[in-house]
């Protein structure tokens, strides 16, 4: 009797894990793709890769091309993240059919690059030779409108001088300098530029003479009417 030759294709059992394969604790900037992709895994109980499974994405922050992909047939599956605009923790839930526990995945958005500069509550007017009302204050932020800190900004003007010429932004972005006004009247200007980028703004200040002081009349001082006393 001839032998017999059985054949059997062994196929992978139900899903029963998720594990995230690469792609957690990413750094990246605000409103732009994680450097790296999320590579995601789906196992049967006995760790077998499990293909065409459809596994579904939610973010916290940002945006994915597709809110869910399917595992191929070494049972993996990727995606790219780009991240929301506000810096900070983001977190992306993922979850696989069949598979009862869920998955997150962590990155952290950084602040961009300074790209604006704008001049906070700036008065409008001022007095010749004179130095302006409180410190002026400017706020360096990225493209999304986040604060940018440890820029460095520079003040120049053509019309007085300007005390400091060069500040750091702190926390919040700012950056503080006080400004006395030339003494020509009209309109003066102070530039500020952020250091290696093009974010610049400009104040106009209206440059008037200060009003003349009057000085306000006295009271005249009354004479004494009393009248010596006659000696006897």
Known sequence: VPPITLRA??????????????????????????GRPVRLKVTDAAGNPVPGVEVTLEPSAGSLADS???????????????????????RLAVRAQGVERALEVAATATVGPAANVSFADAPAT??????????????????????????????????????????VTDAKGEAKTRWVLGTKRGEQSLVVTVRGTE???RLVVDATT???????????????????????
């Open 9 to 34: 294709t062994a196929r992978a059992g139900a899903p029963a894990a998720l594990a995230l394969a690469s792609g957690d604790g990413q750094r990246g900037r605000v409103g732009r793709a994680l």
């Open 68 to 90: 869910s992909i399917v595992t191929d047939s070494t049972g993996r599956a990727s995606v790219t993240w780009t991240l929301g605009r506000a810096p900070g923790a983001h």
């Open 210 to 232: 200060a009003a003349p002081t009057v000085a306000k009349p006295q009271p005249a001082k009354k004479k004494s009417s009393g009248t010596s006393a006659r000696r006897s």
């Open 199 to 201: 974010a610049s703004s």
């Open 126 to 167: 001022g007095t010749v030779g004179r130095q302006l009302t409180g410190a002026l204050v400017v706020q360096v932020t990225d493209e999304f409108g986040n604060p940018v800190g440890d820029a460095t900004v520079s003040f120049s003007t053509k019309s007085g001088r300007v005390s400091p010429t060069r500040v």
